[in-house]
């Protein structure tokens, strides 16, 4: 939903009790009543959970937690009545509900209901008020909610249910709330329940101002596209923009410098390469507006937390920085300013970077709900420090990452890929040269992960279609294309290496069949195994000194390529500029081997030499090795 953000003279939680003194106009370019049943029953099921245990609204500083419902948009009109732009479903239910609990539970002394007027629908007013259950005794205990809402009588007045359509969801609306009563029995507490529905259930206002650039039309459009809710960023974007915050004199001024600086930080999120560099992918939480990941770890929000928990932390800023009607806005916005320039300085220090960003992608790994909290303690471990000492910190943050015995790591163990990831960027760091930095954002958004250097012989390739790949990716290596007129022209050549010709005759007559022939494949894939020499023994194939960061691509689908065949793709990628872990190229160019007499293999010294410069380039990070 980014683009134009319309402004509010009013915004703030407001108690639905509030709400039904006011009178409310749905214009005709909103489309009629039309939430379901199940639509009805989730938001009773919320409420009433709410109403059981509020205690898990985040409770803050003694202020009383409340249920958070979504914005209510709206304009005044000339008449007072307001003209309802965005919410109108829940203005209706709410209203239903309303008269469900005094036709119910008020009696005389039922509590007033909201006044909705409906341009398109003039008669859905009175049609509300008229409701009325016939038969609010009957059983209703039937697995069957249709057959269970079919069997409810309602009374209509002097109106039809099937009328229009508006009349007939409307009166299904109706018949979920005394079915969901129903389905309560004598736990219900209907006190409890009208209590926090009426006093700690609250709706965002939004009362947007009443000038040119503010059509209600254009507005309601803008809302509605792809029925996207409002975002926490556009509300809290609206509380800083507020008029009401800023004497006449300033408010111009102020509002174009705020709304300046919001765009700036939301352009230099939207560099990937930034933007990667503090967020995690796997974070259940994502962002149309990126500023709003700044503003829910600021709050910390996490993925247990209702929607607009955010906004609502927002709010309460605003309202314990309110001096004589004025919110402090300078106070509050520096501290989101302090959020985003901490972490442009993290991206511009060359060290910081590389510290902060292994320390952010490790926590992929923790509990979702966990995610967040890597970089607000990295922000808060930076406060009061020098860059100096926070370095420090990082490093020992990092230690923790990887308190490991490295010879004891494996496949299947978690630290396996800390260590490699850690090996790669420390690598980098030591090159020394400011323009080389390891690229998180490619790195989280293509498919990398720990991956055997030498092939896995004991694993059988049985799959047809896994069989073709691994015999093209052969003749590629061989002669650098599959073409049936290549290979043939290569294998017909005289003075090309008669084992390789040889080979390559089998593979063709090969993918020539319907259906590969079991022992025909075991035979030629253990005549190249011999060839690439990876028949000989390298120990522990599991074990990290066979590991390294590798694209799913270069590992192929069916997880048994050679040696060669990975170098050859690696090479061939970062020769086209495509991402490849600078430790990942230098395992293959073999720079980590003494001795390096056949480039194309990989034995049990290379996997010796390549350990031990794991140790040896993270020395400084691994606790004492035994």
């Known amino acids: ?182 389905k309560q029995g004598t736990s219900l507490d209907e006190h409890l329940l009208q209590s926090t529905f009426l006093h700690d259930s609250k709706v965002i206002w939004y009362e947007v101002e009443d000038d040119a650039n503010n059509n209600s039309v254009n507005i309601f459009t803008r809302i509605n596209i792809g029925k996207i809710p409002l975002t926490n960023s556009e509300l809290i974007k609206a509380l800083f923009l507020m008029t009401g915050n800023f004497s006449d004199s300033e408010a111009s001024l102020k509002q174009i410098q705020i709304a300046s600086e919001w765009d700036t930080i939301e352009k230099a999120l939207r560099n990937d390469e930034f933007w990667f560099f503090i967020y995690n992918p796997k974070n259940p939480l994502k962002y149309e507006n990126r500023v709003e990941y700044i503003f829910d770890l600021m709050k910390g929000k996490t993925e247990e937390c209702e929607f607009y928990h955010t906004f609502n932390k927002f709010h309460e800023d605003f309202v314990a920085n309110t001096l004589n009607g004025k919110a402090d806005i300078d106070k509050i916005w520096l501290a989101v300013k302090r959020y985003f320039l901490t972490f442009e300085e993290w991206f511009n220090d060359y060290e910081l970077y590389h510290y902060i960003g292994f320390l952010v992608e490790c926590n992929e790994q923790k509990a979702k709900s966990k995610i967040t909290e890597c ?54 760091l030591q090159t020394q040269k400011s323009d080389m930095r390891y690229p998180f954002y490619k790195y989280k958004n293509e498919d990398w992960d720990i991956e055997h250097v030498c092939s896995q012989t004991d694993r059988a390739i049985t799959d047809d279609p896994k069989r073709r790949a691994w015999a093209y990716d052969i003749l590629d290596y061989f002669i650098g294309s599959a073409e049936e007129n290549v290979v043939s022209d290569f294998i017909n050549n005289e003075e090309e290496d008669e084992k390789k010709r040889e080979i390559c005759s089998r593979i063709q007559s090969m993918l020539q069949e319907n259906r590969i022939d079991d022992n025909e494949f075991s035979e030629v894939y253990k005549d190249v195994q011999h060839m690439f020499e990876e028949d000989k023994p390298v120990g522990d194939k599991n074990s990290i000194a066979n590991l390294a960061l590798l694209d799913s691509k270069t590992n192929r689908s069916y997880g048994n390529a050679f040696f060669p065949i990975k170098r050859k793709r690696i090479i061939d990628n970062d020769s086209k500029g495509i991402f490849v872990p600078i430790a990942t190229k230098n395992l293959f160019l073999k720079y980590y081997s003494k001795k390096s007499d056949n480039l194309m293999s990989w034995g049990e010294s290379d996997a010796r030499d390549y350990l031990a410069s794991i140790k040896t380039i993270l020395y400084d990070y691994l606790p004492s090795q035994e």
């Open 375 to 428: 970089i607000s303690h990295l922000y808060n471990l930076s406060n009061g420090s020098n860059k100096d000492v926070f370095k420090e910190k990082l490093k020992t943050e990092i230690r923790k990452e990887v308190k490991c015995q490295v010879d004891q790591l494996d496949y299947g163990d978690r630290d396996t890929r800390k260590v490699l990831l850690l090996f790669n960027i420390v690598t980098v």
């Open 1 to 182: 939903m980014a683009g134009q953000t319309f402004t509010a003279s009013n915004l703030f939680p407001k108690p639905v009790i509030d709400l039904v003194t006011g009178m409310y106009f749905i214009p005709d370019y909103q489309r009629g009543y039309r939430w379901t049943e199940t639509q009805v029953i989730q938001l009773l099921d919320d409420i009433w959970a709410f109403a059981k245990n509020p205690n898990k609204a985040s409770e803050n500083d003694g202020e009383k937690p409340y249920y958070c419902l979504q914005p209510v948009v709206v304009k005044e009109l000339s008449d007072g009545t307001w003209e309802v732009i965005d919410g109108q479903q829940r203005l209706t239910t709410i209203t239903l509900f309303i008269h469900y609990c005094n036709e119910m539970w008020g009696g005389k002394r039922g509590t007033k209901e909201p006044k909705i007027s409906y341009e398109t629908r003039e008669a859905s007013s009175k049609f509300i008020s008229s409701l009325q259950i016939n038969n609010p005794d009957d059983d209703l205990s039937d697995d069957d909610i249709n057959k269970c809402l079919d069997s409810i009588e309602l009374d209509c007045g002097e109106f039809e249910a099937i009328a229009n359509i508006d009349f007939f969801h409307i009166a299904r609306a109706y018949k979920a709330i005394h079915y969901w009563v129903a």
